[in-house]
């Protein structure tokens, strides 16, 4: 059908055939700063895989996370990763900010984490609106799922969950029962000193999210990540015009825990971000062929204003006159 | 603070915050039982203002100024302000929503209205059509009227289903089926799939469904279908 050629053509990412094919085109394409790690397997016996994308460095370096499809039927976020990858990978030869992060920063980045689920998701119409990873019930529940992102060890089963297993937002037997959260946290928690940045990409809802989901619980940074979501917002919103809200789960959405993204503010990332992308329940997780790439267009200026902030405010520029500019601006003397 | 200040507790909102995106929400719904159609179907685009008061034997009021505009027709949006009730107790009941809607844009579409009611109230007529949009969110252009059609009956329950803890859209059509007209009203069967924001879950309603220019939208039966617990196909 033609329709689905165009989905096709135009997110790429079909089914574990393609994903992996396209990844290994990747590499090929640019050996000098592309690599593939495989950091986990999921319930299915499935690689997790995500692309090592910056310059070579015989030194540590420093490093942003991102990933997208941790729940199954929220199809714009592989798709955004996609684009993500191929942006950066069009532009760090000839734009010398591109260029600059490519040098002092590392992406980390998994096109599609919950493997399993996507990839039910594509099966049939019964099946596409699957959210959750793809391994059994427990303890004589009969149905199948966690919810991954309830399933990190962050204040787990606290808020925002169900301990029934049929429920969407099942939390999981115990935290970390899925091995697709365990990759992620043995990642993380391997590489936490290098990360400086998590971005874990969603849909629908037009949202920015900062930690925590639980209402009681405050980050440090809160002021901080909020200027920087906002400024994210209105980076966003430059593209197309479309308002994404900036907020804790509790203020803007609803209470949760057992996040990615709580998770990794826990472990000291400092700068973690929950992407909801378009849009606010027109189409919902069925977004049409005609607002991929303008979603991706604005998505991807959000993410970038995110992250040249966190690189800037980690590696400073330093002027003739001995003075710290941090984004352009003078801060202090030396 | 006297004692009438500790049983009406009024509290200003954030209008970005969850409160008013739900209370918007059933704004929204409310709305388009209202003035829905095949050919219009309206949208709370943002809540500007918001509070909300303890109402001490009835429920949660809230009061909203919030921006609406029907996207169908692409109309320019409106400024409205709006009373939303949930009611207190301990099962669902529909949130009572208060509101002068004169002002809410009306475009003129009783031509397109015309035409598709004639064309479909014909003797043989027997539309059926399942999982609209489809995955890729494509719907048929000949479809997408009853895709209108259906957001504007799903609104009916919809409304009904609303409270302080959900914020319900239209997932998909699952299955439509015309049915035979009577008393000059199209009729159809519908299959509709809700996701709830807030439990994330996805609930499946059948509609029965009638409408006509003059007769609007009514939705005359409501039957909530069991989850399907799909099974791992083998492999």
């Known amino acids: 059908c033609v329709k689905d050629l165009l989905w096709y053509l135009f997110g790429n990412l079909?089914?574990?055939?393609?994903?992996?094919?396209?990844?290994?085109?990747?590499?090929?394409?640019?050996?000098?700063?592309?690599?593939?790690?495989i950091y986990g397997t999921t319930y299915e016996k499935r690689n997790i895989t995500l692309l090592k994308i910056g310059l070579n460095s015989t030194l540590p370096k420093k490093a942003i996370w991102m990933d997208c499809g941790i729940h199954a039927r929220e199809w714009i976020a592989p798709a955004f990763c996609q684009h993500f990858v191929k942006e950066i990978l069009g532009s760090y030869k000839t734009d010398p900010k591109m260029n600059e992060l490519f040098k002092n920063l590392d992406f980390y980045i998994t096109p599609v984490l919950n493997m399993d689920g996507y990839i039910y998701s594509w099966v049939d119409n019964t099946t596409r609106l699957w959210r959750k990873s793809r391994s059994p019930g427990s303890d004589g529940c009969t149905c199948f799922g966690t919810d991954l992102n309830r399933n990190f060890?962050?204040?787990?089963?606290?808020?925002?969950i169900s301990r029934n297993c049929c429920s969407e937002i099942y939390n999981g037997h115990s935290p970390l029962s899925e091995s697709e959260a365990v990759a992620v946290t043995d990642f993380l928690s391997a590489n936490r000193d290098q990360l400086l940045c998590f971005l874990t990409i969603h849909s629908y809802g037009q949202?920015?999210?900062?930690?925590?989901?639980?209402?009681n619980i405050s980050a440090p940074n809160y002021d901080e990540l909020m200027e920087v979501g906002l400024a994210a917002a209105k980076a966003i919103k430059a593209v197309h015009g479309v308002d994404y809200t900036v907020g804790t789960p509790p203020d803007v959405l609803y209470a949760n825990s057992g996040s990615s993204r709580d998770f990794a503010r826990l472990i000291g990332i400092p700068f973690s971000f929950t992407f909801e992308l378009r849009d606010k329940g027109d189409f919902g997780f069925k977004l049409p062929e005609d607002q991929i790439q303008p979603t991706c267009e604005?998505?991807?200026q959000g993410a970038m204003s995110i992250i040249n902030y966190v690189h800037d405010k980690t590696f400073p520029i330093l002027t003739l006159y001995g003075l710290t500019t941090v984004q352009g601006k003078t801060v202090t003397c030396l | 603070m006297s004692?009438?200040?500790l049983v009406?507790?009024?509290?200003?909102?954030?209008?970005?915050?969850?409160?008013?995106?739900?209370?918007?929400?059933?704004?929204?719904?409310?709305?388009n039982t209202l003035y829905g159609s095949p050919f219009r179907l309206y949208s709370v685009t943002q809540v500007h203002k918001a509070r909300t008061e303890a109402m001490a034997d009835t429920g949660m009021k809230y009061f909203l100024e919030f921006s609406v505009k029907d996207w169908v027709g692409e109309s320019s949006e409106w400024h409205g302000s709006v009373e939303v009730l949930y009611p207190r107790g301990e099962t669902q009941a529909p949130p009572q929503v208060q509101g002068s809607w004169g002002g809410l844009p009306q475009l003129n579409i009783s031509a397109k209205e015309q035409e598709f009611y004639q064309r479909y109230s014909a003797a043989d007529s027997s539309v059926s059509g399942k999982d609209i949009p489809d995955s890729y969110g494509n719907i048929d252009r000949e479809m997408k009227p009853f895709w209108h059609l259906a957001r504007v009956a799903a609104s009916f329950v919809m409304l009904n289903e609303s409270n302080e803890n959900t914020l319900y859209n239209m997932a998909q059509v699952a299955k439509i089926t015309q049915l035979e007209t009577q008393d000059d009203q199209l009729r159809f069967d519908y299959e509709v799939l809700l996701h709830n924001m807030v439990s994330q879950e996805i609930i499946r309603w059948k509609l029965l469904v009638s409408w006509s220019p003059a007769g609007g939208v009514k939705v005359l039966e409501t039957e909530l279908l069991p989850r399907c617990h799909c099974k791992s196909p083998t492999q």
């Open chain 1, 207 to 215: 949202l920015i999210l900062v930690p925590y989901g639980h209402p």
């Open chain 2, 8 to 31: 009406m507790t009024s509290r200003d909102l954030n209008p970005d915050y969850y409160e008013a995106r739900r209370a918007g929400n059933a704004v929204q719904h409310y709305i």
């Open chain 1, 298 to 300: 604005e998505a991807y």
């Open chain 2, 3 to 5: 004692e009438e200040g």
């Open chain 1, 153 to 160: 060890y962050a204040n787990w089963g606290m808020v925002g």
């Open chain 1, 14 to 37: 079909l089914l574990l055939l393609q994903i992996s094919v396209w990844m290994k085109q990747m590499e090929q394409d640019h050996p000098d700063v592309v690599s593939s790690m």
